[in-house]
């Protein structure tokens, strides 16, 4: 499964303290912890001797500590204790299952194969001249593609988002450009007339966008309004979508918001998004099937769907399996 060598966020940094945390990927039980040098370390949640939950466990001086019968586990993945047996050295074979970790963007990304994928780019990232922050999770009954497909879309925005986004007497959507990449596509050209585009907006204004898939779980829009139409001058943003697959049918959803506000409050910030997606969530699980099909001919497209094809068309190319059909 081609999913299984890519990166996935599965929690936020500041979730993980002291005690094992507890995620999910892929339909598998993964246990995150840090180790006596801060590091954070990814395990399969099972340990290898009886198959408790890890996670119930404990980290005893830098080691994680089965529930059950307190083998404890090196940052390797190599037990190096076995409290009934406290005088033996493990042997080798003695081991969790350990997977690949990383932090970025204010998240922690797990690798569960071997791969060389590498992590979903967010160009924003490194602009000093945009502040960033997390907005989420959002647990949603939809599959990550379907998600992906939805954040594409423009064409939702007068009747999802009537009154922010779009407006009903205004959802023409204008011809736009789309070119397949490596990572997965680019849309630029697009434009919506919006009423209120971000949390500053004074008035309505034409409101430009560009796309960008950057891993098949992974978005990038950037928008920047008509000049005048908003309260902070040059105001630009950028938003990544990132999604953990849990299951076929279920995600886990941050966005990453790259903004040119480094003055109004987080709450603040966050809650214009929120509404946003709180708007598109009721409506992505409503949708059937719940898996994205990749055959284009068990769906209706026009042209204002190119971006939604392209990106179906790339999913099949890559060989993706995991919440498609």
Known sequence: MIEASLWHPVAAVQDLAQAPLAVRLLERNIVLWRDGEGQVQAFADQCPHRGARLSLGRVHDGRLECPYHGWQFAGSGQCVH???????TPPPLHRACRHAVREACGLLWVRLQEGDAPLPAFAAEHDAHLRKLNCGPYDVAASAPRIIENFLDMSHFGFVHEGWLGAREATAIDPYQVEQTATGLRATGCKAWQPQSNLHSTAPAQVEYEYEVTAPYTAVL????????????????????????????????????????????????????????????????????????????????????????????????????????
């Open 82 to 88: 076995v409290p009934a047996l406290p005088h033996i």
């Open 222 to 325: 950037t928008k920047v309004p008509e000049a005048g139409s908003t309260a902070v001058q040059g105001w630009r943003e950028s938003i990544a979508l990132f999604i953990c697959p849990l299951a076929p049918e279920a995600s886990r959803v941050w966005f990453r918001l790259a903004v040119a506000d480094f003055d109004t409050p987080d709450d603040k910030l966050r809650a214009f998004q929120h509404t946003i997606f709180t708007q598109d969530q009721p409506v992505l699980e409503s949708q059937q099937p719940k898996r994205l099909p990749l055959d284009l001919r068990a769906e209706l497209h026009v042209m204002s769907d190119r971006a939604s094809t392209t990106y179906r068309r790339y999913l099949k190319e890559c060989g993706i399996t995991f919440g498609v059909c």
